[in-house]
């Protein structure tokens, strides 16, 4: 059982498109994140949601909207793609907002837009 | 601008020898610390963390160890092992964790040679 999954593993597409990435835990968890991991290998916290309640929004442009319509389930939504876009995405989860609470990641959405 | 800095981008050790990994913060608000772990095509996982008011926390054959004046930590594996062999995050978080916001640096390739 993958305690943290993410849909699609790889995504490639053209500028200018609109694509989503999902992410579903089964663990029970409050607390969801989107991380980007670019080309040098920051690995940047972009959202986090608590109860399906924005937490964290890391000035991440207006394209990138997440989407939780329950507990279990954090959505990322990219409108009109740019090739800066393109890297890996992680979610993760927790169980709950504190630091103590371990984060559970995903195994990431390679995304390469041409 | 790089608040947790891992300097060295890869390392290579024997098996059974000590892995020193090495990890440098500039945000003196930082008061937790955490590794993980990430082999390819996976997600990050969580290894060890240390609470800023200790200087060392140990399990099994990981040993974190922190130096807040140097605001500097280093991750100790011994004896090393084949299976060691990952990409080492080091993470930090500020405010008490009360956000869960976690600043990554951008990763050490451990490499044990069996």
């Known amino acids: 059982d993958t305690a943290v999954s993410q849909t699609p593993k790889y995504l490639v597409t053209q500028m200018g498109n609109d694509k989503s990435i999902k992410c579903e835990q089964n663990?029970?968890?409050?607390?969801m994140y989107w991380y980007k991991q670019d080309s040098k290998k920051f690995l940047k916290i972009m959202f986090s949601?608590?109860?399906?309640?924005?937490?964290i929004n890391e000035t991440v442009p207006n394209r990138f909207s997440p989407k939780s319509p329950d507990k279990a389930h954090l959505n990322l939504h990219i409108n009109s793609l740019e090739l800066g876009d393109s890297a890996v995405y992680f979610c993760?989860?927790?169980?709950?907002?504190?630091?103590?609470?371990?984060?559970?990641f995903g195994p990431g959405t390679r995304l390469t837009v041409t | 601008d790089q608040q947790v800095k891992q300097n060295s981008p890869s390392l290579s050790v024997q098996e059974g020898r000590i892995s020193i990994l090495n990890c440098d913060y500039t945000n003196s608000m930082f008061d937790y610390f955490l590794w993980y772990k990430k082999y390819p095509a996976e997600g990050p996982t969580f290894l060890i963390s240390i609470s800023s008011i200790k200087d060392k926390n140990e399990d099994g054959r990981f040993t974190v160890f922190l130096n807040k004046s140097a605001k500097h930590l280093s991750l100790h594996i011994v004896p090393s092992q084949p299976g060691d062999s990952a990409v080492y995050f080091c993470a930090a978080s500020a405010e008490g964790g009360a956000t869960n916001k976690l600043i990554f640096g951008t990763g050490t390739l451990l490499a044990v040679q069996p």
């Open positions: 949601y608590n109860n399906k309640e924005l937490i």
């Open positions: 993760a989860s927790s169980q709950g907002l504190s630091t103590l609470h371990e984060q559970y």
């Open positions: 663990l029970g968890h409050d607390t």
